[in-house]
């Protein structure tokens, strides 16, 4: 028999991962489930996007291996986008590399920054995947508490009084947070940088969501003076442009550590292909109409979804921000997890539970806004009815 390695046994299957063989059972039944559980974007990206890529894909030279570090006029494009978005300054030559997706960065990161029994500051509740790649490097995680009556925002004072951070290599944020929506202001992300600074913490800012339904200005965490001595930023096209399966992300950060992370990145890939650097350079020449219109079109999903809340007395702020809401089980005895697999027996809707965020997230759900209208129409009646 081949064992697999000790570190297997330390994650589980992704949650979504097996959640969609159930599904898919019950398809196989010929019950119809409407999929309100996963952040898939469903509409369609700026237009000439796709007709920019396809006419990069008949060059010569876009069937051979690209640059590690992406071509030179997807890092410039990424530099003006974050000037223009974020009126932030980052050198194209050695302070980006793009992603195969921002999610892989959370790897590429730890890996070169985590040795096993480093300690990792990660957010409950928060994006599962902080946790499971810090499992597989074998590194320690702290968990750090964020509660609905602190605005989910971290008490770095009380981390700094109460918690030993002896050791703590890491810390993840993520502002607009998923899975709660909650946002950030420029003081306490100077609270964090501060405390980050303090510590000797490299500090990653993970900013997939910052302009969804953001009726703030969108911040980047280099918006807090000095933050590039000790932060990175991760940044994705995969919501702000509907580009989910293109698989486009990007790192940010001070040329040392963009190039460690170059570094271990270019043992695992050749390179992004070439077209969907075109289309992605394409893509971020859509802003404030861009935005705009696909707000429109949220605030259209999210008044339905809060409809179907009200009905069930599930409570949500009105404030939160991205392509999710969140939402309190009040009269709850039952988990969370509980909860959703009895709403997906009773009425065939698949919503996510808050506990897979981590244990604060216990007691409430999350629904996507990435289904069209009438089929969020259609959930609604099922419910109503
Ligand atoms: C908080 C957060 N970070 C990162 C990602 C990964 O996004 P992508 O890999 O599509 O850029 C997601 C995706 O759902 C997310 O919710």
């Known amino acids: 028999m081949i064992v697999e390695a000790k570190r297997m046994n330390k994650i589980s299957e992704y949650f ?27 509409l369609l990206p700026p237009n000439g996007v796709i007709q920019k890529m396809k006419e990069a894909s008949e060059l010569y030279h876009a069937n051979a291996y690209q640059s590690y570090i992406g071509i030179e006029e997807l890092r410039i494009a990424i530099s003006n986008w974050y000037w223009k978005l974020y009126q932030v300054r980052i050198d194209s030559n050695y302070e980006i590399l793009p992603l195969i997706g921002s999610k892989e960065g959370v790897m590429h990161i730890s890996m070169s920054y985590l040795n096993r029994g480093d300690k990792v500051l990660i957010p409950d509740p928060g994006y599962p995947t902080y946790s499971s790649i810090s499992h597989l490097l074998e590194a320690d995680i702290i968990y750090y508490d964020l509660y609905e009556k602190k605005n989910w925002i971290p008490n770095v ?41 303090k510590n000797n913490i490299l500090l990653v800012h993970d900013n ?15 918006n807090i003076k000095g933050a590039k001595d000790i932060a990175i930023e991760l940044n994705s096209l995969s919501k702000s442009y509907n580009m989910p ?30 077209p969907i650097q075109i289309g992605a350079i394409e893509a971020m020449k859509n802003h ?3 935005f705009e ?10 008044k339905i979804i809060w409809k179907i809340c009200d009905y069930l007395n599930l409570k949500y702020s009105v404030k939160s921000c991205g392509i999710f809401v969140w939402a309190k089980i009040v009269d709850h005895e039952i988990s969370d997890y509980i909860w959703s697999d009895n709403f997906l ?41």
């Open 16 to 42: 979504f991962s097996k959640k969609m063989k159930e599904i898919s059972h019950l398809e196989d039944e010929g019950i119809n489930v409407i999929n309100l559980g996963i952040g898939n974007p469903d």
């Open 288 to 290: 404030d109409e861009w």
């Open 157 to 197: 004072q009380y981390m700094m009084e109460n918690k030993n951070m002896y050791n703590v290599k890491m810390m993840w944020i993520n502002y607009p947070h998923m899975p709660t929506g909650a946002t950030i202001n420029l003081e306490k992300l100077e609270e964090i940088v501060f405390f980050a600074k």
């Open 208 to 222: 997939p969501y910052s302009f969804i339904l953001n009726d703030r200005r969108p911040l980047s965490i280099f």
């Open 345 to 385: 027996r009773k009425y065939h809707i698949f919503i996510t539970p808050g506990s897979i965020f981590g244990n604060n997230g216990n007691g409430y759900v999350r629904f996507s806004m990435c289904c069209p209208i009438k089929i969020l129409e259609k959930a609604k009646n099922r419910i109503f009815s």
């Open 293 to 302: 219109k696909l707000n429109i079109e949220y605030y259209k999903r999210r």
């Open 245 to 274: 399966g293109w698989r486009i992300g990007m790192v940010i950060g001070k040329k040392e550590f963009i190039y460690n992370i170059a570094k271990a990145k270019s043992q695992m890939d050749s390179g992004m292909y070439y």
